[in-house]
């Protein structure tokens, strides 16, 4: 084989999204990469966050956490939320907040998708805290639906690759999945 032993801390491609909680009654955000839908009924997702951080005190305190999906227009605003500290910095005004069902979860009104949850389980693990938490609600905006449902293209999420750490936004449409493999499936028969 020709492949070349690059080690083994590699990184895939990222959505980053700002993730909100409630600390000591005031809403802090941070910038998060590690995330992805993790359970389809009911939906859940997890999120990985370094124990160093100041949002997961909140997130402890009241078992309810916020994922927020900025736009690509948001870049500024969500890396940040990246870099600061609310251990330090007051980041509680940077965007219009609202609160949903749990009362607990602050979102961010400028951002086109917004969910709120609520923790079902913590994993520690060596240097981060993997929370999972069941989404309790999703909020958006009309001009970002197609045929009722969010259109990631409106949306136009932000990705972020690392280690050149570079934020992206979403490229081509390629095709139809749970489709196109049909065709090889046909010719493999
Ligand atoms: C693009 C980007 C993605 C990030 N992803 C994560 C992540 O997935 N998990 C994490 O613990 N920190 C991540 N960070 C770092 C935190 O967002 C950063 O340390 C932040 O200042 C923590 O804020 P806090 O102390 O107010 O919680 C990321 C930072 C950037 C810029």
Redesign the pocket.
């Known amino acids: 084989m020709n492949k070349v032993n690059i080690g083994n801390n590699v990184f895939i491609p990222m959505l ?1 999204v700002i993730v909100g909680a409630n600390v000591e009654g005031k809403a ?1 955000f ?6 992805t839908r993790v359970n389809a009924q009911p939906p859940m997702l997890a ?4 124990k160093a ?3 997961p005190l909140g997130i402890r305190e009241n078992r309810t956490f916020s994922v927020n999906f900025p736009g690509a227009d948001m870049v500024e605003k969500t ?1 940040y ?7 330090r910095t007051d ?1 509680s005004k940077i965007f219009k907040v609202f609160y949903g069902e749990t009362k607990t979860a602050p979102m961010i009104e400028e951002c086109p998708l917004c969910m709120e949850c609520k923790v079902v389980e913590t994993v520690d693990l060596p240097s ?1 805290t993997l929370f999972i938490g069941e989404i309790v609600r999703a909020y958006t905006d009309k001009l970002f639906l197609t045929d009722g449902k969010p259109d990631f293209k409106k949306i136009n999420p932000l990705l ?1 690759t690392m280690p050149d750490n570079s934020y992206w936004a979403m490229g081509e449409y390629i095709a139809k999945a749970w489709y196109v493999g049909k065709k090889f499936k046909q010719k493999n028969e």
């Open positions: 980053v802090n941070m910038a998060v990469g590690w995330i999120i990985g966050i370094n951080h100041y949002t890396d939320c990246g870099i600061v500290s609310g251990r980041k981060n972020f």
